[in-house]
């Protein structure tokens, strides 16, 4: 099998420094061939102006947002690398994707994940956030669209903090933490950030082992983890109670609206972004699986901003990793190597309005076996 082109999202809010990491990006030779994907919002494409290092592999996307109008259009600009690429016309060993201020990151992964051909073509290798150290507080505190962006990040870029003083700094990088305990925080000066930093965040593929789909599932900070979290389900509830329909999370699949406006203080936009993490020291049983990420999927689909798993399945030798976005979930890749001794599975989930409770009795039912019920004599 050919092995698949890494693939980041540069995402971040409106004038938060993502042109100018992607610059300091392509200027870099350390970087290797790099094809970039652009979208500008509006008539003018006035970002890939900006983009210094203007080349062949450089595919501008204008007719409107990413995630909303202009996911055919992406589709079709990645498989026109590709063609190029078989075709010989051009060559690259991985693909950037800046994305515009507005855009969220969850429908555009969704779309790189399902499309056919693209999904077995590329690889995610993470998603880049960058956050102003000047406006980015106050745009968390007015938008939701840059809250998730954060909160999905594999790794968020700290741009202009020569702006601010350390303590400011300090002080919104620790709200970055605390949005996405499992993200890698570093500071870029004018987007300059070592290569090593940006690249090489995604899940593993085939070949890839142990460490790697450790640190990409980051369990332990999940953890340590202590935002202070809505529980939308009564207390109490429990998996025993739910009985043979799987009601693993207590409550209606889709809240209203106003149920949750009601639960959750809509000031605070942080307080909407949930994450739970769970390690799992015995084997899981593949069905147990499937009925835990069907259920989790037809209550909360779209409010699954990631599903981040490394598991020890039964039956198997290797374990797999499982990457999810909103309700679509990547097909599992096995991994070729494991150390032998730590058979431990690792479940993370973020997501939106979702309740931490509920979540983590939810992945309590990975620790059971499927009933077997005797046939009739
Ligand atoms: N002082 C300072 N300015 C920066 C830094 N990074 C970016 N900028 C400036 O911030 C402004 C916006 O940067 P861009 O890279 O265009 O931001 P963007 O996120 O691509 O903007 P949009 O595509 O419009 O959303 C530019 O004037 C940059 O020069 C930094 O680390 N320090």
């Not at 109008?69 to 078989?86: C, I, P």
């Not at 300059?192 to 090489?200: D, Q, R, S, T």
């Not at 997501?351 to 620790?367: H, I, M, Q, T």
């Amino acid at each position: 099998m050919p092995k698949r082109i890494p693939l980041t999202l540069i995402t971040g809010y409106l004038a938060a420094g993502k042109t100018t990491l992607l610059n300091a990006l392509l200027r870099d030779a350390s970087a290797g061939r790099i094809a970039v994907v652009v979208n500008e919002f509006g008539d003018v494409g006035l970002d890939h102006d900006l983009i210094v290092e203007t080349t062949e592999e450089t595919v501008l996307l204008s007719s409107g947002c990413m995630c909303c109008t202009v996911r055919g259009d992406l589709v079709q600009a990645l498989e026109g690398l590709f063609e190029k690429r078989s075709a010989g016309k051009l060559d690259f060993d991985r693909i950037v994707i800046e994305t515009t201020g507005l855009a969220d990151p969850a429908p555009i992964l969704h779309t790189l994940i399902v499309t056919p051909g693209l999904g077995a073509a590329l690889r995610m290798d993470g998603v880049v956030t960058v956050c102003d150290a000047v406006n980015g507080p106050v745009t968390l505190d007015r938008g939701f669209e840059s809250v998730q962006q954060v909160a999905m990040a594999d790794v968020l870029v700290l741009s202009k903090t020569d702006l601010v003083t350390p303590t400011q700094a300090a002080k919104f990088r620790a709200r970055l933490a605390a949005l996405a305990p499992g993200a890698k925080i570093v500071t870029a000066s004018q987007g300059a950030v070592p290569i090593n930093e940006l690249f090489g965040h995604g899940a593993p593929d085939m070949g890839g082992a142990l460490p790697e789909a450790e640190a990409w599932v980051n369990t332990p900070a999940y953890a340590l983890s202590s935002l202070p979290l809505p529980v939308l389900t009564k207390p109490g509830a429990s998996l025993a109670g739910a009985g043979p329909t799987y009601g693993l999370f207590g409550m209606a699949p889709t809240p209203t609206p106003s149920l949750i406006s009601a639960i959750i203080p809509a000031a605070h936009h942080d307080d909407r972004i949930s994450s739970v993490s769970m390690v799992f020291d015995d084997p899981i049983h593949p069905i147990m699986l499937d009925i835990w990420l069907e259920t989790l999927i037809a209550a909360r689909g779209p409010d699954i901003l990631r599903v981040k798993a490394v598991i020890w399945a039964d039956g198997f030798d290797t374990p797999f990793v499982i990457h999810g976005v909103q309700h679509i979930i990547d097909p599992p890749i096995r991994l070729a190597r494991w150390n032998g001794t730590d058979r431990k599975s690792r479940v993370v989930i973020i997501g939106r309005d979702l309740p931490r409770e509920a979540l983590l009795e939810s992945l309590e039912v990975l620790k059971t076996r499927p009933m077997v019920h005797p046939l009739p004599a």
